[in-house]
T-cell receptor, first 114, second 111 residues
């Protein structure tokens, strides 16, 4: 049972480069989320989606873009990488049928921008 | 979302019960209490959640006071693998269900 799968696990980027962080879930969950976690800090919400074709901003969306063309996938795009985006990125999903269902997280992508 | 207050750290002896407190004095009637933990370098792991009643699953028990202003997560027999940061989160059941992670409690289970 895969759950939430994030790729890549590690990546080093140069300033100004772009990349896409991949997130896929096999639980048929409607809701998906992207968080970032800076060293020693809690998680901050970047973007979330309540279903295919619907996305919305979280607390810290600047510098990122998302799309949700299928239920399974929710990629996060960095267009012009900046050192401030060095962080660990977590994707999560949850079922939408009942409002109090918990979120389930992937193992993260560790991104360094030099 | 209601703000939560947790002690920054606590130690626990292996094999003993670990009782993790959380204050959420401004909780409103439709807000749930969720507990997650994060083991070093891994993604947050869901543990348990509840609204009013005490809850138990294979990982832990959740005790919510009658006035719902505080709760306690109980790990019945702590193991070294339970060493982690534990987060108490209060969240309304609604569309989006965004979670706000605070500082959490860093739990160290000692042999």
């Amino acid at each position: 049972n895969a759950g939430v799968t994030q790729t890549p696990k590690f990546r080093i980027l140069k300033i100004g480069q772009s990349m896409t962080l991949q997130c896929a879930q096999d639980m048929n969950h409607n809701y998906m989320y992207w968080y970032r976690q800076d060293p020693g800090m809690g998680l901050k919400l970047i973007y979330y989606s309540v279903g295919a074709g619907i996305t919305d901003k979280g607390e810290v969306p600047n510098g990122y873009n998302v799309s949700r063309s299928t239920t399974e996938d929710f990629p996060l795009r960095l267009e012009l990488a900046a050192p401030s985006q060095t962080s660990v990125y977590f994707c999560a999903s949850r079922a939408g049928q009942v409002g109090n269902q918990p979120q389930h997280f992937g193992d993260g992508t560790r991104l360094s921008i030099l | 979302d209601a703000k939560t207050t947790q002690p920054p750290s606590m130690d626990c002896a292996e094999g003993r019960a670990a009782n993790l407190p959380c204050n959420h004095s401004t909780i409103s009637g439709n807000e749930y209490v969720y507990w997650y933990r994060q083991i070093h370098s891994q993604g947050p792991q869901y543990i348990i959640h509840g609204l009013k009643n005490n809850e138990t699953n294979e990982m832990a028990s959740l005790i919510i006071t009658e006035d719902r202003k505080s709760s306690t997560l109980i790990l019945p027999h702590a193991t070294l693998r339970d060493t982690a940061v534990y987060y108490c989160i209060v969240r309304v059941s609604a569309a989006g269900n965004k979670l706000t992670f605070g500082g959490g409690t860093r739990v160290l289970v000692k042999p």
